[in-house]
Each structure stands twice: as structure tokens, then as C-alpha cells.
């Protein structure tokens, strides 16, 4: 077959073998090969990335700014003064919450924000350690101070007086009427004169319950202290007695130097087995804890009248106390002077004279009466020149 001397010349070229295979050398062989290179990223996918972590880093450094200014003018206004103009008192209930705290004083206008104040109150890790109470609040104090008073515990307190010489009953109707204090009186009283004549201090809402406690645990363990340290040898025979006797002592002085004498007397006379004759006795027994009304004299006839606690009647001592005794009186009983007085009259100065014999106190007394004689007279003066002044401007208006 013929040929394309054309074809034949280009099959030629095309038939013309490889160049030839350098053997490749040891170190050649054993060297590796490149791999594939990675695709190249565009110029627009590495813009997202970069404008995306730009943003995350951009929005972390604002957020880091915007918290710091909260922080500080957080911080500023949690230190700074407070809106409060007058001192005033707020009251914290038991297991009132700081979010409840906070609203309070806010409505109060004690405290300019309340979230600052619940904040502040986290972060200083105080809100386990707020306590109950009535607080004085001084006028612009911070929240900071107001934190730290809360804390304290230092909650302004309410006070109740019991005067020596009260009965049970008395200080009972004390302790009822006293505003500062919650919850309802027990159902029963005490034993007369086991309530101790003190001041209580105590914190707004405190019970009455828990003042009559603590007054009956303060009067137990006074009377036996003082009664531990008694002089040997007084005619006294248990705690009851001793209490009883002091109570006497109570109310017949109110002059804390006679106190000690006045006891002697009632010792001497019991040593002696005569009856004691206190007047204060015989108002006990016939209006008991209530007390003698107002104005109401001892007739003869109440003098004469039997009952338990009349020392006119009775020998030595009543059954029990006739009021509270305070802790001079009790501690006059344990030990009282020692004298011979067996009578003591009053001397119309708000004391008392003492006589060893009865001839000495039958003197005493007529100069007593002599006093009351003279003061009856200038209080019968007295009202008669207050009457006469009274009608004088009457009869000009007519």
C-alpha cells in the first residue's frame, strides 16, 4: 500500500520515541516528592474572616469599656451620699429579703436606686449577714453605710421601766400597753414578785413573751445570788420568805439609805415573835395585785379586817410577796443593820424615825400626827384661797 509522503514524514515525527529516562541517583531516589500544593483562599473569603474577628474583638473591647463605666459609676453611687435629707429610723423584719430591703428604702427615700443596692450588696457578699431590727438611718447616708449598719446589728432599741414596788399585775399592764412590743400577754401570770424592777432594752417587735422570759430568768437568778451571800442566823426560812420580806421592805421606803434599817426592824420583831404591822400588808390583802386605789385611806376597820396578808392579824409572815422587790431591798433583807429598832414611823419628809421602845415610837407617832395636823391645815388653806380666786372672776363677769 502507498503512502502519504506528507503522512509518512508527520507519522514520523509523531513515532519518534520519548527523550531518554535520567536514571535518578541514590540520593535522589530517596529524596521525597513536593506534594499538592492547597487550593488558594480567595481575597473575599479572607476579608469576611478578618472584618468577623475584627467585630468580635471590636465588640469584647466595648463591652470591657461599657462595664467598667457601669462599674465605676455603680460603685460611685453605692459610696456617695444618699438622698435622704433627715435622719430617720427603718425597720427590718425578720427573713426580709435583700431585694425586699432594697425596695423598701428605695420607697423610703433612703437609697437612690434599689438594683444598685441589691448589686452592691452581692459583690461585697453581705446579703447572708443583713440582720433584723429598727435602724437609725442618718440623713445622706450611703448605701454603703446603710450595708454596714445592717450588719452591725446596731438596730435602735426600745426601752421598758419597771419601778421597784410594782405588783406582777401592774408590770403586766405596763408590758401590754407597750407599743414597741408584739404578740399577746400570757395566759397566766407569774408568781407575785418574780419579775425583776430593770429597764429592759429591746429591739422593735420582740415579743411580749420573751420580755417576760428574760425578766423572770433576771429576778431568779438576782434573788439567788443575794440570797447565797445572806448573813447566818435570819428568821427566814426559804428563798419565799426571803423575797416576801424584802417586798415589805419595797414598799414601805422609798429612801434607799433607810432600806437596810427598815429591814432590821422586821427581823428584830421576828426574832422576837412580834407581828410585823406593815401597813403596805394590808392594802395587799384587800386589793391584791391592783393596788390600793388612788386616794384611798387605810380606815380602822381594814386594819382590823382578817386576811393572809395582814400583819396586824397574822403572825410573822404572809404566804408571799406583796410586789417586785428591787435589788436594795433584797439586799437590805440578806443584811440588814444591826440595830435594836423595833418601830419606825414616818417623819413627814418622805423617811422614816426609828424607837427601840415603844415609849420612844408613841412620841414619834404623836409628832407625826402633829405634821399631818399642820399639813391637813395648809391643804384645807390652800383650797379655800383657790375656791375664793375662782369665784372672784365669776361674780366680776356677771
Not at 51 to 74: D, E, K, P, Q, R
Not at 317 to 346: C, H, Q
Not at 366 to 373: E, G, L, N, P, S
Request: charged content about 25%; proline content about 7%.
Amino acid at each position: 500500500m502507498s503512502m502519504n509522503p506528507a503522512d509518512n514524514g508527520e507519522f514520523g515525527r509523531r513515532a519518534m520515541p520519548a527523550q531518554p529516562i535520567v536514571p535518578k541517583t541514590a540520593s535522589e531516589a530517596l529524596r521525597p516528592e513536593l506534594g499538592t500544593p492547597p487550593p488558594k483562599r480567595s481575597r473575599a473569603s479572607r476579608s469576611q474572616i478578618v472584618v468577623f474577628m475584627n467585630f468580635v474583638v471590636t465588640s469584647a473591647i466595648l463591652a470591657v469599656i461599657v462595664a467598667g463605666v457601669a462599674l465605676y459609676v455603680g460603685k460611685r453611687e453605692f459610696d456617695g451620699p444618699g438622698p435622704a435629707k433627715t435622719t430617720t429610723n427603718f425597720m427590718v423584719r425578720p427573713n426580709t429579703s435583700v431585694a425586699e430591703i432594697a425596695d423598701q428604702l428605695e420607697r423610703r427615700g433612703l437609697i437612690s436606686d434599689s438594683r444598685i443596692f441589691r448589686i452592691g450588696v452581692r459583690a461585697y457578699d453581705k446579703g447572708s449577714v443583713l440582720k433584723a431590727g429598727e435602724y437609725e438611718i442618718k440623713a445622706g447616708a450611703s448605701m454603703r453605710d446603710i450595708v454596714d449598719l445592717l450588719e452591725s446589728g446596731k438596730s435602735v432599741l426600745a426601752s421598758l421601766t419597771i419601778p421597784e414596788g410594782l405588783t406582777v399585775e401592774q408590770a403586766f399592764q405596763r408590758i401590754a400597753e407597750h407599743e414597741a412590743l408584739t404578740g399577746d400577754m400570757p395566759a397566766e401570770m407569774p408568781p407575785e414578785g418574780s419579775l425583776i424592777a430593770d429597764t429592759q432594752r429591746f429591739t422593735r417587735g420582740a415579743t411580749r413573751q420573751q420580755i417576760i422570759d428574760k425578766m423572770v430568768a433576771d429576778q431568779t437568778r438576782l434573788v439567788e445570788s443575794i440570797w447565797n451571800r445572806r448573813v447566818s442566823g435570819l428568821p427566814i426560812a426559804d428563798i419565799n420568805e426571803f423575797v416576801t420580806l424584802a417586798s415589805i421592805v419595797e414598799k414601805e421606803t422609798g429612801v434607799a439609805d433607810e432600806r437596810s434599817r427598815v429591814a432590821a426592824v422586821f427581823i428584830n420583831r421576828l426574832n422576837k415573835g412580834m407581828r410585823l404591822q406593815s401597813d403596805p400588808t394590808i392594802l395587799y390583802g384587800l386589793f391584791g395585785g391592783k393596788g390600793r386605789p388612788v386616794d384611798r385611806p387605810i380606815f380602822q376597820s381594814d386594819i382590823d379586817k382578817p386576811t393572809p396578808y395582814n400583819t396586824y392579824v397574822i403572825n410573822g409572815l404572809p404566804p408571799g410577796p406583796i410586789a417586785n422587790p428591787g435589788r436594795e431591798s433584797l439586799e437590805a433583807v440578806a443584811n440588814p443593820s444591826k440595830t435594836g429598832d423595833l418601830y419606825f414611823v414616818a417623819d413627814g419628809t418622805g423617811g422614816h424615825v426609828f424607837a427601840v421602845t415603844l415609849e420612844e415610837h408613841n412620841e414619834n407617832v404623836a409628832r407625826w400626827r402633829a405634821v399631818q395636823k399642820k399639813q391637813a391645815a395648809e391643804e384645807a388653806a390652800k383650797a379655800e384661797a383657790a375656791a375664793e380666786g375662782g369665784a372672784a372672776p365669776a361674780a366680776t363677769a356677771q
